[in-house]
């Protein structure tokens, strides 16, 4: 599985976590938090998660499960 495709999962947790709508800023500290030592684990990953947190944002916006806002990323209800 890539960084990408595990970080698809990760941001909607993170969005859940906030109640269905968060900023990029608390997704990212969400996702740091819990999922450090898989992001570790992806190998180059530690110096790009956060340009693949978004990349995976706009594939989730793309895929109608997500709004993006101009402060961060609302689920589709």
Same mark, same amino acid.
């Given at each position: 599985?890539?960084?990408r495709s595990d970080l698809e999962d990760w941001i909607?947790?993170?969005?859940?976590?906030?109640?269905?709508k968060a900023s990029v800023t608390a997704i990212s500290k969400y996702v740091w +938090?819990? @999922? +450090?030592? /898989?992001?570790? &684990?992806?190998?180059?990953?530690? @110096?790009?998660? /956060? @340009?693949?947190?978004?990349? &995976?944002g706009e594939k989730l916006k793309d895929k109608g499960k997500l709004i993006k806002q101009r402060t961060g990323w609302e689920i589709v209800t």
């Open positions: 599985m890539t960084i909607i947790s993170a969005i859940d976590f906030h109640g269905g +938090e819990n @999922y +450090e030592p /898989q992001i570790r &684990a992806h190998g180059n990953a530690l @110096y790009t998660w /956060q @340009y693949d947190l978004r990349w &995976a």
